[in-house]
Every structure is written in C-alpha cells, then in structure tokens.
C-alpha cells in the first residue's frame, strides 16, 4: 500500500519529540545524521519529490538553488527567526511559501544575551582556561578581575521582542536601560528606558552594547571601527543576533587594543567556521549560534514549524508566514 501521507524533507533532526510527530504524519526519506548541505538536500528533493521542506540556519537555499526545487514543494519552512539563509523573492516567486518560527525563541535568546554579557565581563572564557590548567595558585587580590554589569549602562541596538527581553531582565540588575530602534516604542513597551534616534548618540553612553536586530543589505557591517570607537574605552560588546551586523575585523582591532575590554559572541559572519582569531582572543566568551538551544524551545520551534506545513498543505494561511 503507498503512503497517502503528505511528503516532508527533513534536513536535520529535530528533538524527540517533534520527530514523534513528524515520523507519525508524514511521509519523510532517511533522517539525516547531520544537517545535510545544499547540495545534498537539492539532490534528495529531486528524487523524493517533498510537498514541504523543513530547514533552519546553516543550510542557505538562494539564487540558483531555489531554481532546482521540484515543482512539488509547497513551503519552506524554517526552524528559526531569522531568513537570511533563505532567498526569500525567489522562492515566492516559485510560488513556495515561506514560514519562520518568531516569539517561541524570544525567551531564550534573551537568556543567552544575558550569559554572553556575564561570562564577557566576569572572565569566564580565562577562569575556564586556567581550571582546565589545573590551578594550581592563589590569585593575587588585583589577578584577573572582571567588570560588575550590576549598574552599569547597557545599550541595546534593536528594541524588538528580543531586545525588549534583554531589557527586562537588565533591569533585575539595575542597569540603566538605553536602545536605539527605527522608532520610538510605546510608554509601556519602553519601561523606563532612554530612547536614542541613532546609535551614534546612544554609543558614548553604554557601558556595554548589545545587539538584537536581523540581518540585511542595509545592516551588513554597521558596527564598525567608527561605531566602536565611541564606545567609552573598556565597553564590553555582545551578539547575540546575527554575524553580518559586525565589521569582524574592526571588532578585533578593538578587543586586541583595549577599546573594547571583553565580547559575548553568540554569532558569527562565517558560520560554522568563524574566524580563527577570536579562538586567540582572551577576552572573547564564544558560543557556536545556540541562543535557542534548550528543549523546550527547540521543541516548541519544531512544532510551530510543523504547524505552518500542515496549514499551508490542507489549504489554509500559515501561522507565521515571512512577507517578500
């Protein structure tokens, strides 16, 4: 008997029990070991003929790539916020839908904002490399000592869910809350904190910087050595956003230099391979792009995902569809 149920490519595992669901509904091809490259999910979508395709950061599906999908796929959809990896006109203009997975991750990302901000301005990176050396000494009253975030003045470039997030739990540390968004937000949305019409104006006044804004032609690089140059000497940055905001090589000049005293990245312009320098930095905390990586919001992502193909295969609207 064939398999009447709807046909999904499944480039990467999901958790337990996300796959539960889709092993149950829909008909799917071996699930991958490892996320699967372009290449190869072009080739298993040529032979296995999918009405959806479920995929998430890391695997880019742009230009000429959106060309070679069969007729067959419906919707794209991805497990994650943002879209940069995705070439979103032309795959409307295939007539695929394209779903993202907004507000489940909001919590999350936040969390991880306020690690990166910790463990850069505490020394974790340097702490967890001496432990690992054995100890072995006491450390001098004025050895290896870190900035309190406790007070201090933290900048946030994007007031989105996100950063409106990152705010709120700033404030638990009485921080001083400054943002700079395109626009003002509402009395309530904006809590107390300072609003900046520009990052210029904003940057002399942070303490720390914080970025939580998406990916664009227009955003590509906008931190750079100018921007970080106006930043009191000593700041702290941290990314937990995208990589293609940050000018990497203004970024280290300014970590190796002191302008900058410590980073939090989360992020990085060539991901999974970032750039070698940052490994050589002590003052850099570094994480491999999990903002979202707990289960409960990985599953939640999973299921939304789900959700936006069952909708858009039984005929309906997608629950978080991504405009052109």
């Given at each position: 008997?064939?398999?009447?149920?709807?046909?999904?490519?499944?480039?990467?595992?999901?958790?337990?029990?996300?796959?539960?669901?889709?092993?149950?509904d829909?008909?799917?091809?071996?699930?991958?070991?490892?996320?699967?490259?372009?290449r190869?999910?072009?080739?298993?979508?040529?032979?296995?003929?999918?009405?959806a395709?479920?995929?998430?950061?890391g695997?880019?599906?742009?230009?000429?790539?959106?060309?070679?999908?069969?007729?067959?796929?419906k919707?794209?959809?991805?497990?994650?916020?943002?879209?940069?990896?995705?070439?979103?006109?032309?795959?409307?203009?295939?007539?695929?839908?394209?779903t993202?997975?907004?507000?489940v991750?909001?919590?999350?990302?936040?969390?991880m904002?306020?690690?990166?901000?910790?463990?850069?301005?505490?020394?974790?990176?340097?702490?967890?490399?001496?432990?690992?050396?054995?100890?072995?000494r006491?450390?001098?009253?004025d050895?290896?000592?870190?900035?309190?975030?406790?007070?201090?003045?933290?900048?946030?470039?994007?007031?989105?869910?996100?950063?409106?997030?990152?705010?709120?739990?700033?404030?638990?540390?009485?921080?001083?809350?400054?943002?700079?968004?395109?626009?003002?937000?509402?009395?309530?949305?904006?809590?107390?904190?300072?609003?900046?019409?520009?990052?210029?104006d904003?940057?002399?006044?942070?303490?720390?910087l914080?970025?939580?804004?998406?990916?664009?032609?227009?955003?590509?690089?906008?931190?750079?050595?100018?921007?970080?140059?106006?930043?009191?000497?000593?700041?702290?940055?941290?990314?937990?956003?995208?990589?293609?905001l940050?000018?990497?090589?203004?970024?280290?000049?300014?970590?190796?230099?002191g302008?900058?005293?410590?980073?939090?990245?989360?992020?990085?312009?060539n991901?999974?391979?970032?750039?070698?320098?940052?490994?050589?930095?002590?003052?850099?905390?570094?994480?491999?792009?999990?903002?979202?990586?707990?289960?409960?919001?990985?599953?939640?992502?999973?299921?939304?995902?789900?959700?936006?193909?069952?909708?858009?295969?039984?005929?309906?609207?997608?629950?978080?569809?991504?405009?052109?």
């Amino acid at each position: 008997m064939s398999d009447t149920r709807p046909r999904l490519l499944l480039t990467q595992r999901q958790t337990a029990p996300v796959m539960q669901r889709i092993e149950q509904d829909f008909n799917i091809p071996a699930v991958p070991e490892r996320q699967l490259t372009t290449r190869e999910l072009l080739d298993t979508a040529r032979a296995f003929q999918p009405q959806a395709i479920l995929i998430s950061t890391g695997l880019p599906l742009r230009g000429d790539d959106v060309l070679l999908l069969p007729d067959s796929v419906k919707v794209v959809a991805t497990v994650s916020v943002g879209t940069d990896h995705l070439d979103i006109p032309a795959l409307h203009a295939r007539g695929i839908v394209v779903t993202n997975t907004p507000d489940v991750l909001t919590e999350c990302n936040a969390d991880m904002a306020i690690l990166l901000m910790l463990a850069a301005a505490r020394r974790a990176s340097e702490y967890g490399a001496l432990m690992r050396e054995g100890w072995g000494r006491s450390l001098a009253m004025d050895e290896l000592l870190g900035t309190r975030i406790s007070g201090k003045r933290l900048g946030i470039v994007g007031m989105g869910r996100i950063g409106r997030a990152v705010a709120r739990r700033a404030r638990g540390f009485d921080m001083d809350v400054m943002y700079s968004n395109r626009r003002r937000l509402p009395a309530d949305q904006e809590a107390g904190a300072t609003y900046f019409s520009t990052v210029t104006d904003m940057l002399p006044h942070c303490d720390i910087l914080s970025l939580h804004m998406p990916a664009s032609p227009e955003t590509d690089g906008m931190i750079n050595a100018d921007l970080l140059s106006r930043l009191p000497r000593g700041a702290i940055f941290i990314n937990a956003a995208r990589g293609a905001l940050v000018d990497e090589d203004a970024l280290i000049d300014a970590l190796r230099s002191g302008q900058l005293a410590a980073a939090g990245l989360d992020v990085y312009r060539n991901e999974p391979n970032p750039d070698p320098r940052f490994l050589e930095l002590p003052n850099v905390f570094l994480t491999p792009h999990v903002g979202s990586a707990t289960v409960e919001t990985r599953t939640d992502m999973g299921m939304l995902a789900v959700d936006n193909v069952v909708a858009v295969l039984n005929g309906r609207d997608a629950l978080t569809p991504v405009r052109a």
